[in-house]
C-alpha cells in the first residue's frame, strides 16, 4: 500500500462520490463495507478515486477529439501500445467525407427515356436517346447525380461545340472520339446545337 493509498480515506470520507461508488462496488459483491479491512478499503477507494480522476480527463479529451483513440494517463487502465495502435489506425481508414448517394446518371435517363418514350414520335425518341446518351457517356452512367457540378455541364456543352462533322473520317462512337479540335471538321450547324441545349435537350 503506498502513502497515497494510506490517505485514501482521509481525503474520500463516507460522504464523498468516490467513497460511495466504492462501497456500492462492495455492496455488489454481497460483503459490506465494514466487513472489508481497513487496508483493502485504502487499496479500493483509491482505486476508485483513480478511475473517477481518468473519467474526467477521458470526458476533457471527447469534447475535442470524438474520434481518436484514448490512451489513459494513469498506468492502472494502461493497454497495450500494440492495441492503441492499431485502433489508431483503423480510423484512419474512415473516409473523412460522406460519399455521395442518390440516383445515378445512368439510372436516371433510362428512367427519363422509359417515361417520354410513349408520348414521343418513334424518330424523336431515336434522336432524344442518341442526344442524352451523349451526356451519360460524358459524366458516366455510375456518376450520382447530385454530384454534377455546374463546371461538368459546361465541359458538356464546350465539348458538343467540338463535334465532327459526318463527312470527316475515324468518328468514333464515344463523345470524347467525336471530337475534333481542326474548325474546319466541325459540324456547322452550331446554331442548331445551341438551339437544342437551349429547349434542354442536352
Do not use: C, N
Given at each position: 500500500m503506498t502513502q497515497g493509498q494510506g490517505d485514501a480515506l482521509h481525503f474520500y470520507p463516507p460522504d464523498h462520490p468516490v467513497s460511495g461508488a466504492a462501497r456500492a462496488l462492495i455492496i455488489k459483491g454481497g460483503i459490506t463495507?465494514?466487513?472489508?479491512?481497513?487496508?483493502?478499503?485504502?487499496?479500493?477507494?483509491?482505486?476508485?478515486?483513480?478511475?473517477?480522476?481518468?473519467?474526467?480527463?477521458?470526458?476533457?479529451?471527447?469534447?475535442?477529439?470524438?474520434?481518436?483513440p484514448y490512451e489513459p494517463l494513469d498506468q492502472l487502465f494502461a493497454i497495450e501500445k500494440s492495441h492503441v495502435a492499431e485502433?489508431?489506425?483503423?480510423?484512419?481508414?474512415?473516409?473523412?467525407?460522406?460519399?455521395?448517394?442518390?440516383?445515378?446518371?445512368?439510372?436516371?435517363?433510362?428512367?427519363?427515356?422509359?417515361?417520354?418514350?410513349?408520348?414521343?414520335?418513334?424518330?424523336?425518341?431515336?434522336?432524344r436517346e442518341v442526344?442524352?446518351?451523349?451526356l451519360v457517356d460524358f459524366l458516366g452512367a455510375k456518376k450520382?447525380?447530385?454530384?454534377?457540378?455546374?463546371?461538368?455541364?459546361?465541359?458538356?456543352s464546350e465539348g458538343l461545340l467540338k463535334f465532327r462533322n459526318r463527312n470527316t473520317s475515324h468518328v468514333g462512337k464515344c463523345f470524347l472520339e467525336k471530337q475534333t479540335d481542326n474548325v474546319a471538321h466541325r459540324i456547322s450547324d452550331t446554331g442548331s446545337l445551341e438551339s437544342q441545349k437551349r429547349q434542354g435537350y442536352f
Open positions: 463495507w465494514d466487513d472489508v479491512s481497513p487496508g483493502s478499503q485504502q487499496d479500493i477507494l483509491s482505486g476508485v478515486g483513480q478511475a473517477f480522476a481518468e473519467a474526467e480527463r477521458l470526458f476533457l479529451f471527447r469534447l475535442t477529439d470524438a474520434l481518436t485502433a489508431k489506425k483503423a480510423t484512419k481508414t474512415i473516409d473523412p467525407e460522406p460519399k455521395s448517394v442518390g440516383p445515378t446518371v445512368g439510372s436516371v435517363a433510362e428512367h427519363y427515356l422509359k417515361a417520354h418514350k410513349p408520348s414521343w414520335a418513334p424518330k424523336t425518341f431515336k434522336s442526344r442524352i446518351g451523349y450520382i447525380l447530385s454530384s454534377v457540378t455546374a463546371a461538368d455541364v459546361r465541359a458538356f
